[in-house]
């Protein structure tokens, strides 16, 4: 069973593009949380949020208690942004999607 | 700057071979932790710590230990390593005394089983 289930798997954009990531869980939480694997394999925490929406820079966030539902977005997306982005919950315990693998074409 | 540091970031062993991976973190954070990313699982926790003495098994512990003397370090040992425990290793610190829980994680240590 995945408690996490993330959306698309894969996903490639040409540059400049609007991105959306998708993440939708199925226990109860009290933090999501967005981190972002470069291929050199470092995992770097992009957002941990409870309720409502953050932004940073070009990356939105946003999450929705009631229909357990959190999105990822990258406006005016750059050929740095691929990676592979991974949506984390904290329940009881840690559970974490399999990661949207982006890729930015130029 | 506080940092979270893995060694080795390489490491190749035999079947059967007891092996420690090291974690140490200058966040002064509380709490600890140890995962495993395979291709098609993501991360998986394997074993935790929330303080100095208290350690907590994940979902992943079977073939693992750990144990915290102090607040900086969270060793990971395999007992007796299996091929099936060839991963990418990665500990984790956050704050739990902030309340965010957002973690801050290491570089990672590549591990190879014979």
């Known amino acids: 069973k995945n408690e996490v289930e993330q959306s698309p798997q894969n996903l490639t954009a040409q540059e400049g593009e609007f991105i959306t990531i998708n993440c939708s869980y199925s226990v109860g939480i009290s933090a999501l949380h967005w981190l972002q694997q470069h291929p050199g394999g470092g995992i770097v925490s992009l957002f941990m949020l409870s309720s409502g929406k953050k932004k940073h820079g070009r990356l939105i966030a946003t999450i929705n208690i009631q229909e357990k539902h959190s999105s990822l977005h990258i406006t005016a997306s750059h050929p740095r942004d691929s990676a592979v982005y991974i949506c984390a919950v904290i329940g009881n315990q840690f559970y974490f999607g399999t990661g949207t693998s982006l890729t930015v074409i130029p | 700057d506080a940092e979270i540091t893995q060694s080795p970031r390489h490491k190749i062993t035999e079947t059967g071979r007891q092996v420690t991976l090291a974690c140490h973190q200058t966040?002064?954070?509380?709490?600890m932790f140890w995962y495993r990313q395979d291709l098609g699982h993501g991360l998986r926790l394997i074993h935790y710590s929330y303080g100095v003495q208290d350690t907590n098994k994940g979902e992943v512990s079977d073939g693992y230990s750990v144990s915290r003397s102090n607040t900086e370090d969270l060793p990971l040992t395999l007992e007796s390593a299996a091929s099936s425990q060839t991963s990418v290793y990665f500990c984790?610190?956050?704050?739990?005394?902030?309340?965010?829980?957002?973690?801050?994680f290491g570089p990672g240590t590549r591990l190879t089983v014979l």
């Open positions: 966040w002064n954070h509380n709490n």
């Open positions: 984790a610190s956050s704050d739990r005394t902030s309340g965010h829980n957002e973690q801050f």
